[in-house]
């Protein structure tokens, strides 16, 4: 007897076979206990990447509870990408992903991950970096949920300015002293402000620096000198 997550593997597989050879991404959400596959934008440029559109979250999250996020493998088999790995465990939620290799669809699902300690992370650019450990730090500690962003690997040599665009976006205002969980922005080795730490009591940094893994550190006349801003989340 097929089910309904049955049905929504169908429906999953046959928007992949839409999208080919670009990779599809969808979500199953729960409405009102049922599962539903729905078609999501992928805004990724990269052809081996999917970036789901944040509008379509949004207007999943209204209809129900989702219950796992999918994308699609092109000629590939369904096994995770160092990528998707580090992705998913930052995600906290279950992943589908859908394999089209020679005319056939294959399976894998990834149960969702507990939460990522805030210390002793590894580096995935765009995954678990600098600001995945912001978010989660406010998301923990404060209760916030900050927006995230796509972000390609060497953005801030790229012209693109994540940190400084998006202050305003998610609430944030400058200040002159940090006080407990106010973010502290740097620009390390680039013009650009590209480093965001957690400021905490007695003058140390929770943060996570490129290729390093997350740490509390004090924080230093190295990083004094290279911070550009000292943010307070106002809502
Ligand atoms: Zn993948």
Redesign the pocket.
């Known amino acids: 007897m097929s089910t309904l997550l049955d049905k929504c593997r169908a429906d999953a597989e046959a928007h992949a076979r839409s999208e080919y050879p670009r990779?599809a991404v969808g979500l199953v959400v729960a409405v009102r206990g049922k599962p539903r596959y729905i078609p999501c934008r992928n805004q990724s440029e990269e052809p081996?990447h999917?970036v789901l559109h944040p509008e379509d979250y949004a207007a999943a999250e209204d209809l129900g509870d989702i219950v796992a996020i999918v994308?699609s493998?092109p000629d590939c088999g369904p096994e995770?990408?160092l990528?998707?790995l580090a992705s998913h465990a930052a995600s906290r939620m279950t992943w589908w992903?859908v394999g089209l290799k020679d005319g056939a669809a294959t399976w894998q699902e990834m149960q969702a991950a507990g939460e990522l300690p805030l210390e002793g992370r590894v580096f995935v650019h765009g995954a678990i970096d600098c600001y995945t450990l912001v978010r989660d730090y406010y998301r923990q500690e404060l209760g916030i949920i900050l927006p995230d962003f796509h972000r390609k690997d060497d953005w801030w040599h790229n012209g693109d300015n994540l940190y400084v665009d998006n202050f305003a976006k998610t609430g944030f205002v400058p200040v002159d002293t940090p006080e407990q969980g106010d973010l502290i922005v740097m620009a390390i080795g680039s013009p650009t402000p590209c480093h965001g730490a957690i400021w905490l009591e007695g003058d140390v940094l929770l943060h996570h620096l490129y290729g390093r893994l997350s740490c509390k550190e004090v924080y230093g006349r190295a990083y004094r000198e290279c911070t550009t801003h000292i943010m307070r989340y106002r809502g």
């Open positions: 990779e081996d999917f994308h493998h995770p990408s990528h998707d992903i």
